[in-house]
Protein backbone atom coordinates (compact mmCIF):
# COMPACT_ATOMS: atom_id res chain seq x y z
CA UNK A 1 0.00 0.00 0.00
CA UNK A 2 2.40 2.60 0.91
CA UNK A 3 4.99 1.37 -2.03
CA UNK A 4 1.72 1.69 -4.28
CA UNK A 5 0.89 5.09 -2.85
CA UNK A 6 4.53 6.30 -3.45
CA UNK A 7 4.67 4.68 -6.99
CA UNK A 8 1.47 6.82 -8.02
CA UNK A 9 2.32 9.88 -6.47
CA UNK A 10 5.82 9.76 -8.41
CA UNK A 11 3.87 9.12 -12.03
CA UNK A 12 1.65 12.18 -11.31
CA UNK A 13 4.02 14.25 -10.18
CA UNK A 14 6.53 13.58 -13.34
CA UNK A 15 3.07 13.58 -15.48
CA UNK A 16 1.80 16.75 -14.10
CA UNK A 17 3.74 18.38 -11.99
CA UNK A 18 4.42 18.41 -8.78
CA UNK A 19 2.39 21.65 -7.49
CA UNK A 20 -0.61 20.79 -9.92
CA UNK A 21 -0.91 16.85 -8.07
CA UNK A 22 -3.18 17.07 -4.91
CA UNK A 23 -3.79 14.33 -2.37
CA UNK A 24 -6.59 13.04 -4.17
CA UNK A 25 -5.13 12.96 -7.01
CA UNK A 26 -2.91 10.81 -5.71
CA UNK A 27 -5.51 8.44 -3.68
CA UNK A 28 -7.43 8.08 -6.42
CA UNK A 29 -4.73 6.77 -8.72
CA UNK A 30 -3.58 4.38 -6.52
CA UNK A 31 -7.56 3.41 -5.88
CA UNK A 32 -7.45 3.75 -2.34
CA UNK A 33 -9.11 6.22 0.40
CA UNK A 34 -7.80 9.32 1.59
CA UNK A 35 -7.35 8.49 5.01
CA UNK A 36 -4.55 5.86 4.09
CA UNK A 37 -2.78 8.02 2.51
CA UNK A 38 -2.08 10.68 5.43
CA UNK A 39 -1.52 7.12 7.47
CA UNK A 40 1.63 6.33 5.39
CA UNK A 41 2.71 9.54 4.99
CA UNK A 42 2.87 13.26 6.75
CA UNK A 43 2.77 15.41 3.52
CA UNK A 44 2.68 15.58 -0.25
CA UNK A 45 6.78 16.25 0.25
CA UNK A 46 7.04 12.88 2.17
CA UNK A 47 5.84 10.50 -0.69
CA UNK A 48 8.51 11.96 -2.75
CA UNK A 49 11.15 10.65 -0.21
CA UNK A 50 9.39 7.46 1.17
CA UNK A 51 13.02 5.91 2.38
CA UNK A 52 14.63 8.29 4.56
CA UNK A 53 12.97 7.10 7.45
CA UNK A 54 14.07 3.84 7.14
CA UNK A 55 17.34 4.60 5.92
CA UNK A 56 18.19 6.83 8.90
CA UNK A 57 16.75 4.11 11.18
CA UNK A 58 19.27 2.00 9.25
CA UNK A 59 22.37 4.57 9.85
CA UNK A 60 21.36 4.85 13.45
CA UNK A 61 21.23 0.78 14.17
CA UNK A 62 24.21 0.74 12.20
CA UNK A 63 26.53 3.52 13.95
CA UNK A 64 25.33 2.04 17.50
CA UNK A 65 26.57 -1.60 16.84
CA UNK A 66 29.63 0.07 15.82
CA UNK A 67 32.68 -0.76 18.04
CA UNK A 68 33.90 2.31 16.05
CA UNK A 69 38.04 2.09 16.97
CA UNK A 70 37.75 4.94 13.72
CA UNK A 71 35.21 7.17 14.65
CA UNK A 72 35.62 8.98 10.79
CA UNK A 73 35.83 5.83 9.11
CA UNK A 74 32.14 4.59 10.71
CA UNK A 75 30.89 8.25 9.79
CA UNK A 76 31.76 7.53 6.49
CA UNK A 77 30.54 4.08 6.21
CA UNK A 78 26.70 5.10 7.39
CA UNK A 79 26.90 7.73 4.90
CA UNK A 80 27.44 4.86 2.39
CA UNK A 81 23.72 3.02 3.65
CA UNK A 82 22.24 6.46 1.99
CA UNK A 83 24.05 6.01 -1.15
CA UNK A 84 23.24 2.59 -1.11
CA UNK A 85 19.58 3.71 -0.70
CA UNK A 86 19.68 5.56 -3.92
CA UNK A 87 21.29 3.11 -6.51
CA UNK A 88 18.87 0.82 -4.90
CA UNK A 89 16.56 2.17 -7.72
CA UNK A 90 18.38 4.45 -9.90
CA UNK A 91 15.44 5.42 -12.22
CA UNK A 92 13.03 6.55 -9.35
CA UNK A 93 16.61 8.64 -7.76
CA UNK A 94 17.53 10.07 -10.73
CA UNK A 95 13.91 11.51 -11.79
CA UNK A 96 13.59 12.33 -8.68
CA UNK A 97 16.88 14.52 -8.59
CA UNK A 98 15.33 16.59 -11.77
CA UNK A 99 11.80 16.95 -9.82
CA UNK A 100 13.90 18.33 -6.49
CA UNK A 101 15.78 21.01 -8.93
CA UNK A 102 12.47 22.52 -10.10
CA UNK A 103 10.05 22.50 -7.11
CA UNK A 104 11.48 24.44 -4.19
CA UNK A 105 9.08 23.21 -1.88
CA UNK A 106 11.06 19.74 -2.34
CA UNK A 107 14.46 21.60 -2.21
CA UNK A 108 13.88 22.36 1.43
CA UNK A 109 12.07 19.59 2.42
CA UNK A 110 15.84 17.44 1.23
CA UNK A 111 17.66 20.31 3.31
CA UNK A 112 15.68 18.98 6.20
CA UNK A 113 16.13 15.43 5.53
CA UNK A 114 20.17 15.78 5.22
CA UNK A 115 20.03 18.25 8.36
CA UNK A 116 18.73 14.60 9.73
CA UNK A 117 21.40 12.33 8.62
CA UNK A 118 24.11 15.03 9.31
CA UNK A 119 22.66 15.10 13.45
CA UNK A 120 23.15 11.93 13.22
CA UNK A 121 26.46 11.32 12.21
CA UNK A 122 27.34 14.09 14.60
CA UNK A 123 25.59 12.66 17.44
CA UNK A 124 27.54 9.16 16.88
CA UNK A 125 30.59 11.37 16.59
CA UNK A 126 29.84 13.67 19.94
CA UNK A 127 29.46 10.78 21.64
CA UNK A 128 32.96 9.30 20.80
CA UNK A 129 34.62 12.53 20.99
CA UNK A 130 33.53 13.13 24.39
CA UNK A 131 36.30 13.33 25.64
CA UNK A 132 38.53 14.95 23.31
CA UNK A 133 38.92 18.79 23.66
CA UNK A 134 36.35 20.49 21.83
CA UNK A 135 34.62 17.21 21.07
CA UNK A 136 31.38 18.96 20.09
CA UNK A 137 33.07 21.45 17.55
CA UNK A 138 34.98 18.40 15.96
CA UNK A 139 31.98 16.30 15.84
CA UNK A 140 30.01 19.00 14.01
CA UNK A 141 32.53 20.08 11.64
CA UNK A 142 33.48 15.99 10.79
CA UNK A 143 29.74 15.36 10.28
CA UNK A 144 28.72 18.21 7.72
CA UNK A 145 32.23 17.23 6.07
CA UNK A 146 31.44 13.72 5.33
CA UNK A 147 27.92 14.75 4.73
CA UNK A 148 29.05 17.46 2.13
CA UNK A 149 31.66 14.81 0.26
CA UNK A 150 28.79 11.98 -0.25
CA UNK A 151 26.14 14.58 -1.50
CA UNK A 152 29.05 15.65 -4.31
CA UNK A 153 29.54 12.30 -5.43
CA UNK A 154 25.63 11.32 -4.85
CA UNK A 155 24.91 14.17 -7.34
CA UNK A 156 27.43 13.95 -9.35
CA UNK A 157 26.45 10.68 -10.14
CA UNK A 158 22.46 11.76 -9.80
CA UNK A 159 23.34 14.44 -12.50
CA UNK A 160 24.98 12.23 -14.76
CA UNK A 161 21.48 10.69 -15.03
CA UNK A 162 22.99 8.00 -13.39
CA UNK A 163 25.24 6.32 -15.82
CA UNK A 164 28.88 6.48 -14.06
CA UNK A 165 29.99 4.41 -11.07
CA UNK A 166 28.52 6.22 -7.90
CA UNK A 167 30.33 3.64 -5.14
CA UNK A 168 33.51 5.30 -7.39
CA UNK A 169 32.44 9.05 -7.06
CA UNK A 170 31.52 8.40 -3.82
CA UNK A 171 34.57 6.79 -2.33
CA UNK A 172 36.90 9.37 -3.88
CA UNK A 173 34.87 12.04 -1.84
CA UNK A 174 34.89 10.44 1.19
CA UNK A 175 38.59 9.47 0.66
CA UNK A 176 39.14 13.12 0.59
CA UNK A 177 37.62 13.69 3.94
CA UNK A 178 38.87 11.19 5.76
CA UNK A 179 42.37 11.81 5.01
CA UNK A 180 42.30 15.09 6.16
CA UNK A 181 40.38 14.00 9.24
CA UNK A 182 42.38 10.54 9.98
CA UNK A 183 44.52 13.26 12.12
CA UNK A 184 42.03 15.96 13.32
CA UNK A 185 39.39 13.27 14.74
CA UNK A 186 41.64 12.75 17.85
CA UNK A 187 42.71 15.57 19.44
CA UNK A 188 45.77 14.15 20.87
CA UNK A 189 47.28 12.98 17.34
CA UNK A 190 47.34 9.61 18.31
CA UNK A 191 45.80 7.01 16.07
CA UNK A 192 43.45 4.18 16.71
CA UNK A 193 45.21 0.92 16.62
CA UNK A 194 48.61 1.89 14.89
CA UNK A 195 47.39 -0.85 12.04
CA UNK A 196 48.92 1.36 9.29
CA UNK A 197 52.23 0.93 10.47
CA UNK A 198 52.11 -3.02 9.60
CA UNK A 199 50.64 -2.62 6.26
CA UNK A 200 53.54 -0.16 5.56
CA UNK A 201 55.95 -2.35 6.36
CA UNK A 202 54.43 -5.28 4.57
CA UNK A 203 54.77 -2.71 1.40
CA UNK A 204 58.39 -1.74 2.13
CA UNK A 205 59.26 -5.77 3.48
CA UNK A 206 58.40 -7.82 0.41
CA UNK A 207 59.51 -5.28 -2.16
CA UNK A 208 56.50 -5.34 -3.65
CA UNK A 209 55.80 -2.28 -5.96
CA UNK A 210 59.58 -1.30 -5.64
CA UNK A 211 59.55 2.48 -5.03
CA UNK A 212 59.07 4.37 -1.33
CA UNK A 213 59.24 7.38 0.09
CA UNK A 214 61.44 8.63 3.35
CA UNK A 215 60.40 11.77 4.44
CA UNK A 216 62.11 13.99 7.44
CA UNK A 217 60.43 15.98 9.35
CA UNK A 218 60.97 17.87 12.59
CA UNK A 219 58.96 15.93 15.78
CA UNK A 220 57.12 18.68 16.66
CA UNK A 221 55.66 19.68 13.01
CA UNK A 222 51.74 20.39 12.49
CA UNK A 223 50.45 16.79 10.61
CA UNK A 224 49.11 19.29 7.97
CA UNK A 225 52.72 20.15 7.32
CA UNK A 226 53.85 17.01 7.36
CA UNK A 227 50.81 16.09 4.75
CA UNK A 228 51.93 18.55 2.52
CA UNK A 229 55.41 18.26 2.73
CA UNK A 230 54.99 14.35 1.57
CA UNK A 231 52.37 15.67 -1.20
CA UNK A 232 54.81 17.70 -2.46
CA UNK A 233 57.52 15.07 -2.78
CA UNK A 234 55.26 12.96 -4.50
CA UNK A 235 54.04 15.92 -6.89
CA UNK A 236 57.88 16.48 -7.77
CA UNK A 237 58.90 12.81 -8.84
CA UNK B 1 8.81 51.06 7.94
CA UNK B 2 10.40 47.50 7.73
CA UNK B 3 11.96 48.09 10.61
CA UNK B 4 8.62 48.67 12.39
CA UNK B 5 7.27 45.62 11.04
CA UNK B 6 10.08 42.86 11.90
CA UNK B 7 9.39 44.53 15.76
CA UNK B 8 6.04 44.30 15.65
CA UNK B 9 6.11 41.08 14.69
CA UNK B 10 8.52 39.72 16.82
CA UNK B 11 7.08 41.33 19.80
CA UNK B 12 4.08 39.42 18.91
CA UNK B 13 5.93 36.29 18.26
CA UNK B 14 7.03 36.33 21.70
CA UNK B 15 3.79 37.41 23.33
CA UNK B 16 1.28 34.92 21.45
CA UNK B 17 3.41 32.78 20.05
CA UNK B 18 4.39 32.41 16.41
CA UNK B 19 1.66 30.08 15.18
CA UNK B 20 -1.05 32.00 16.70
CA UNK B 21 -0.10 35.12 14.94
CA UNK B 22 -1.39 35.97 11.69
CA UNK B 23 0.11 38.89 9.19
CA UNK B 24 -3.21 41.01 9.64
CA UNK B 25 -2.14 41.01 13.43
CA UNK B 26 1.07 41.90 13.09
CA UNK B 27 -0.08 44.83 10.28
CA UNK B 28 -2.06 46.37 13.12
CA UNK B 29 0.17 46.40 15.19
CA UNK B 30 3.03 48.58 13.25
CA UNK B 31 -0.43 50.37 11.96
CA UNK B 32 0.03 49.90 8.35
CA UNK B 33 -1.71 48.18 5.51
CA UNK B 34 -1.40 44.39 5.20
CA UNK B 35 0.01 45.27 1.35
CA UNK B 36 3.11 46.62 3.18
CA UNK B 37 3.80 43.72 4.54
CA UNK B 38 4.14 41.46 1.44
CA UNK B 39 5.95 44.79 -0.18
CA UNK B 40 8.80 43.97 2.37
CA UNK B 41 8.74 40.26 3.24
CA UNK B 42 7.67 37.15 1.06
CA UNK B 43 6.32 35.60 3.88
CA UNK B 44 5.77 35.39 8.48
CA UNK B 45 9.06 33.64 8.28
CA UNK B 46 11.23 35.97 6.63
CA UNK B 47 9.79 38.81 9.29
CA UNK B 48 11.72 36.52 11.52
CA UNK B 49 14.78 36.87 9.59
CA UNK B 50 14.77 40.14 8.83
CA UNK B 51 18.55 40.47 8.26
CA UNK B 52 19.70 37.94 6.32
CA UNK B 53 18.92 38.67 2.47
CA UNK B 54 21.30 42.24 3.26
CA UNK B 55 24.06 39.83 5.47
CA UNK B 56 24.23 37.70 2.43
CA UNK B 57 24.53 40.41 0.01
CA UNK B 58 27.44 41.95 2.26
CA UNK B 59 29.14 38.08 2.16
CA UNK B 60 29.31 38.16 -1.39
CA UNK B 61 30.55 41.17 -1.78
CA UNK B 62 33.29 40.86 0.57
CA UNK B 63 33.97 37.72 -1.23
CA UNK B 64 34.05 39.54 -4.39
CA UNK B 65 36.17 42.22 -3.42
CA UNK B 66 39.02 39.87 -1.83
CA UNK B 67 41.97 38.93 -3.45
CA UNK B 68 42.44 36.15 -1.83
CA UNK B 69 45.95 34.60 -1.23
CA UNK B 70 44.38 32.59 1.16
CA UNK B 71 40.77 31.05 0.12
CA UNK B 72 40.26 29.27 3.54
CA UNK B 73 40.82 32.24 5.36
CA UNK B 74 38.51 34.59 3.28
CA UNK B 75 35.58 32.07 3.76
CA UNK B 76 36.40 32.40 7.34
CA UNK B 77 36.11 35.96 7.24
CA UNK B 78 33.16 35.74 4.77
CA UNK B 79 31.25 33.68 7.72
CA UNK B 80 32.51 36.48 10.84
CA UNK B 81 29.87 38.56 8.50
CA UNK B 82 27.27 36.80 9.74
CA UNK B 83 28.26 36.82 13.05
CA UNK B 84 28.57 40.19 13.70
CA UNK B 85 24.57 40.32 12.25
CA UNK B 86 23.85 38.35 15.43
CA UNK B 87 26.01 40.01 17.67
CA UNK B 88 24.49 43.82 16.41
CA UNK B 89 21.82 43.18 18.49
CA UNK B 90 22.18 40.46 21.32
CA UNK B 91 18.57 40.66 22.74
CA UNK B 92 16.90 39.86 19.41
CA UNK B 93 19.08 37.15 18.37
CA UNK B 94 19.18 35.40 21.79
CA UNK B 95 15.01 35.50 22.10
CA UNK B 96 15.47 34.82 18.25
CA UNK B 97 17.08 31.76 19.01
CA UNK B 98 14.69 30.53 21.36
CA UNK B 99 11.61 31.00 18.94
CA UNK B 100 13.69 28.94 16.40
CA UNK B 101 14.14 26.21 18.57
CA UNK B 102 10.29 26.31 19.60
CA UNK B 103 8.80 26.45 15.75
CA UNK B 104 9.60 23.92 13.16
CA UNK B 105 8.67 26.33 10.23
CA UNK B 106 11.28 28.48 11.38
CA UNK B 107 14.18 25.37 11.78
CA UNK B 108 13.16 24.95 8.43
CA UNK B 109 13.23 28.45 7.20
CA UNK B 110 16.74 28.80 9.01
CA UNK B 111 18.24 25.75 7.11
CA UNK B 112 17.62 27.27 3.97
CA UNK B 113 19.38 30.31 5.45
CA UNK B 114 22.30 28.60 6.44
CA UNK B 115 22.39 26.92 2.96
CA UNK B 116 22.29 29.96 0.95
CA UNK B 117 25.53 30.91 3.07
CA UNK B 118 27.08 28.04 2.43
CA UNK B 119 26.42 27.99 -1.21
CA UNK B 120 27.75 31.49 -1.29
CA UNK B 121 31.08 30.25 0.34
CA UNK B 122 30.98 26.75 -1.89
CA UNK B 123 30.35 28.89 -4.89
CA UNK B 124 33.99 31.29 -4.39
CA UNK B 125 36.05 28.38 -3.27
CA UNK B 126 34.52 26.70 -6.51
CA UNK B 127 35.99 29.62 -8.68
CA UNK B 128 39.47 29.71 -6.70
CA UNK B 129 40.01 26.35 -6.77
CA UNK B 130 39.12 25.88 -10.40
CA UNK B 131 42.15 24.73 -11.63
CA UNK B 132 42.97 22.03 -8.97
CA UNK B 133 41.82 18.55 -9.21
CA UNK B 134 38.91 17.82 -6.97
CA UNK B 135 38.47 21.29 -6.96
CA UNK B 136 34.22 21.35 -6.67
CA UNK B 137 34.56 18.62 -3.67
CA UNK B 138 37.26 20.53 -1.81
CA UNK B 139 35.34 23.84 -2.18
CA UNK B 140 31.69 22.48 -1.21
CA UNK B 141 33.43 20.12 1.63
CA UNK B 142 35.15 23.21 3.09
CA UNK B 143 32.43 25.59 3.03
CA UNK B 144 30.10 22.68 4.99
CA UNK B 145 33.10 22.80 7.76
CA UNK B 146 33.21 26.63 7.26
CA UNK B 147 29.60 27.30 8.17
CA UNK B 148 29.61 23.75 10.91
CA UNK B 149 32.08 25.57 13.06
CA UNK B 150 30.86 29.42 12.75
CA UNK B 151 27.44 27.82 13.92
CA UNK B 152 28.94 25.85 16.56
CA UNK B 153 30.66 28.92 18.06
CA UNK B 154 27.24 31.03 17.52
CA UNK B 155 25.11 28.65 18.94
CA UNK B 156 27.55 28.28 21.92
CA UNK B 157 27.12 32.07 22.33
CA UNK B 158 23.65 31.69 21.92
CA UNK B 159 22.54 28.90 24.08
CA UNK B 160 24.78 31.29 26.79
CA UNK B 161 22.15 33.57 26.52
CA UNK B 162 24.42 36.16 25.08
CA UNK B 163 26.57 36.12 28.12
CA UNK B 164 29.85 34.69 26.76
CA UNK B 165 32.67 36.48 24.07
CA UNK B 166 30.76 35.24 20.94
CA UNK B 167 33.90 36.73 18.94
CA UNK B 168 36.15 34.48 20.94
CA UNK B 169 34.07 31.42 20.63
CA UNK B 170 33.52 31.35 16.42
CA UNK B 171 37.22 32.25 16.19
CA UNK B 172 38.48 29.15 17.78
CA UNK B 173 36.26 27.07 15.77
CA UNK B 174 36.93 28.41 12.62
CA UNK B 175 40.66 28.25 13.67
CA UNK B 176 39.74 24.76 14.17
CA UNK B 177 38.94 24.07 10.32
CA UNK B 178 41.82 26.50 9.05
CA UNK B 179 44.53 24.37 10.63
CA UNK B 180 42.70 21.00 8.99
CA UNK B 181 42.31 22.48 5.56
CA UNK B 182 45.08 25.26 5.29
CA UNK B 183 46.75 22.01 3.42
CA UNK B 184 44.28 20.45 1.98
CA UNK B 185 42.96 23.66 -0.07
CA UNK B 186 45.25 23.25 -2.81
CA UNK B 187 44.77 19.97 -4.78
CA UNK B 188 48.63 19.70 -5.51
CA UNK B 189 49.58 19.49 -2.38
CA UNK B 190 51.88 22.69 -2.37
CA UNK B 191 50.79 25.86 -0.05
CA UNK B 192 49.92 28.86 -1.48
CA UNK B 193 53.30 29.77 -1.01
CA UNK B 194 54.98 26.34 -0.44
CA UNK B 195 56.26 26.88 2.51
CA UNK B 196 55.66 23.80 4.13
CA UNK B 197 58.43 21.83 2.68
CA UNK B 198 60.90 25.23 3.53
CA UNK B 199 59.59 24.72 7.30
CA UNK B 200 60.39 20.81 7.58
CA UNK B 201 63.40 21.65 5.71
CA UNK B 202 64.39 24.58 7.96
CA UNK B 203 63.46 22.00 11.03
CA UNK B 204 66.36 19.51 9.66
CA UNK B 205 68.72 22.24 8.84
CA UNK B 206 69.52 23.83 11.89
CA UNK B 207 69.01 21.31 14.34
CA UNK B 208 66.32 22.99 16.13
CA UNK B 209 64.63 20.57 18.33
CA UNK B 210 66.98 17.59 17.30
CA UNK B 211 64.39 15.00 16.93
CA UNK B 212 63.21 14.00 13.60
CA UNK B 213 60.72 11.41 12.39
CA UNK B 214 62.24 9.44 9.41
CA UNK B 215 58.75 7.46 7.54
CA UNK B 216 59.48 4.71 4.66
CA UNK B 217 56.31 3.96 2.87
CA UNK B 218 55.44 2.72 -0.30
CA UNK B 219 54.22 5.13 -2.96
CA UNK B 220 51.22 3.89 -3.41
CA UNK B 221 50.46 3.43 0.31
CA UNK B 222 47.06 5.94 0.53
CA UNK B 223 47.37 9.07 2.10
CA UNK B 224 45.48 7.96 5.21
CA UNK B 225 47.47 4.77 5.75
CA UNK B 226 50.87 7.20 5.73
CA UNK B 227 49.32 9.69 8.12
CA UNK B 228 48.12 6.48 10.36
CA UNK B 229 51.70 5.13 10.49
CA UNK B 230 52.94 8.57 11.57
CA UNK B 231 51.01 8.75 14.49
CA UNK B 232 51.73 5.18 15.43
CA UNK B 233 55.22 6.29 15.62
CA UNK B 234 55.17 9.02 17.18
CA UNK B 235 53.27 7.45 20.20
CA UNK B 236 55.50 4.67 20.52
CA UNK B 237 58.07 7.10 20.85
Redesign the interface.
Known sequence: MREALAQAAFELFTERGYEQTTVDDIVARAGVGRRSFFRYFPSKEDAVFPDHDRCLDDMTAFLKANPGDDPVAAVCDAARIVLRMYTANPDFSVQRYRLTREVPGLR?YE??VV?RYERALAGYLRRRFADAP?G???A??I???V???H???LRSWLRSGGEEDPEAEVD??L??????????A?GD???PS????G??RK??GDG??G??????????????????????T??EN
Chains 1, 2 share one sequence.
Open positions: TLSRDSLREVAAAVAANNGRASFVRDVWADANGVGGSGTVLGVADEVIVMVAPRNAPMWRVIQSIESLS
